[in-house]
């Protein structure tokens, strides 16, 4: 069984910092891809980073130059380094995990950016 545990969301000020980390366990196999999403209430969940195996990212546009994704192969870990925060990325965030057969979804985690 894949287990999928996230950590790090909370409440934080605009212009603040949040980390978040995702933890994949089980019989997973190769994991092809790694990543966040996030869902505000009333809005469709949509993608905010991707990781491949190889590296590669893919970040959504609003969130280019504040966020950063990584992702650790041998700890089966995608971390989600969040800067510059504003109101509009709070959001419950999930994380997504891809392997050559099927993804994996998170419980998700709250994000709130309000002072």
């Known amino acids: 069984q894949v287990q999928l545990v996230e950590s790090g969301g909370g409440l934080v000020q605009p212009g603040g910092s949040l980390r978040l980390s995702c933890v994949a366990s089980g019989s997973i196999g190769s994991i092809l891809v790694m990543g966040w999403y996030r869902q505000a209430p009333g809005n469709q969940r949509k993608l905010v980073a991707t990781?491949?195996?190889?590296?590669?990212?893919n970040y959504l546009d609003s969130v280019k130059g504040r966020f950063t994704i990584s992702r650790d192969n041998a700890k089966n870990t995608v971390i989600l380094q969040m800067n510059s925060l504003k109101p509009e990325d709070t959001a419950v965030y999930y994380c997504?995990?891809?392997?050559?057969?099927?993804?994996?979804w998170g419980q998700g985690t709250q994000v709130t950016v309000s002072s």
């Open positions: 997504k995990v891809t392997s050559p057969t099927r993804g994996y």
């Open positions: 990781i491949t195996i190889t590296g590669s990212r």
